[in-house]
């Protein structure tokens, strides 16, 4: 695929434009799909000039793009944040689940934004999931050496089986409008329960 190239606003005037850009289409994108989604749409939504848009995005796919690789910062920002100083591969999966649930509840357009990449292209589908399993493939590793947890099983399949667990618990929360800190950490321990005893030793 072409990359799609999007452009960072230069001035506080553009960053306000370029901001209510990225508002608009998240929104949309979220809730028509993008296939529904013309750029019109968004101009309207975010009530820009139609040069406006173009100044930052070459087309809606590049704004697209963009929000993806925003969620995909911001996801991987909050694991991060949430695993700072834990050195238990058990400590680092409980602190991860938890902060991708609680990221997912605080903006569940997340799932849309990132889901709708399906819709969008097939590949930019694959290599969403593709570059989070090579990440935990390699801290994965590190534990199998360290005896932290079983080297008889296959470790590719481990990271698409960790992903699985933490989109769909998080589901679990989502759908339960009514869920607050205390569900998510009774959800995570549940969770923690099945990986103690199938993955680590």
Do not use: C
């Amino acid at each position: 695929m072409k990359k799609q190239t999007y452009r960072l606003p230069k001035t506080k005037v553009g960053e306000r434009s370029f901001k209510k850009i990225i508002r608009a289409g998240r929104l949309l994108y979220a809730k028509d799909g993008y296939q529904s989604t013309s750029i019109n749409n968004i101009i309207a939504k975010a009530k820009v000039a139609a040069g406006t848009f173009y100044i930052y995005f070459d087309n809606k796919l590049a704004l697209y793009m963009y929000l993806l690789e925003e969620y995909r910062v911001k996801i991987r920002q909050a694991s991060t944040n949430a695993i700072e100083g834990l050195t238990s591969r058990y400590d680092i999966e409980k602190a991860g689940l938890k902060a991708f649930i609680t990221y997912v509840k605080k903006d569940p357009l997340a799932y849309k934004i990132v889901w709708e990449s399906l819709f969008v292209d097939y590949t930019i589908f694959m290599n969403y999931y593709k570059s989070f399993a090579e990440s935990y493939l390699y801290h994965l590793k590190s534990a199998v050496q360290s005896g932290e947890l079983r080297d008889d099983i296959d470790l590719k399949t481990v990271s698409y089986v960790l992903m699985g667990i933490s989109n769909f618990v998080g589901l679990q929360v989502i759908f339960n409008q009514e869920s607050d800190d205390i569900d998510i950490d009774y959800v995570v321990e549940e969770s923690m329960k099945i990986l103690k005893n199938g993955m680590f030793k």
